[in-house]
C-alpha cells in the first residue's frame, strides 16, 4: 500500500505504477503476460531497465473504476442542475461534454457551483472554469 511503500527505506530502488485506463482488451491477460509485455516496453522506452532486478510485480484489476464511453451513452449523462430544486449534481459521470477524466470532475464541480449561485442569486453565473 501507498502508506507502507513511502515508510520504508527504498535502498536506492525504483518503484514504478503503470495505470491503464479503459483497459477492458487487457483484462484476460494473465499475470506473467503483463510482466513480460510490461518490462518489454520499459526496456524499449528506458534501455538502462533492461539490466533492473524487479522484485515485485503486482497486478490490480478494476474494470469498474472507469466510466465505459459507449455509443450513445452521451444521452445517459446527466445535468449538475436537476428538476428537484436544491439539488445537484457532480461527478466525472455528468454532462461536462468532456470524456469522464479527473478534469471532468473538477468541470462538473465547478459546473454544479455555477447552477447553485445562479439558482441562489448570486449574480453572475459561473461556467465550467469556475469564472
Known sequence: NDTDLKSRDDGGDQ?????LSGAWDWKDRS???L???FTAEMARV????QRAKI???TVVKMLEATFRVVPGSQKS????RTPLPG???AGDWTDTGWPSTMESAVRSGNLAAGYIAEDMGAGAK???DGQ
Request: no cysteine.
Open 15 to 19: 518503484h514504478i505504477v503503470i495505470s
Open 46 to 49: 528506458f534501455p538502462e531497465a
Open 77 to 80: 449523462r446527466l445535468s449538475q
Open 126 to 128: 459561473l461556467g465550467a
Open 55 to 57: 522484485h515485485k510485480f
Open 87 to 89: 439539488f445537484y449534481l
Open 31 to 33: 499475470k506473467q503476460e
Open 35 to 37: 510482466r513480460a509485455i
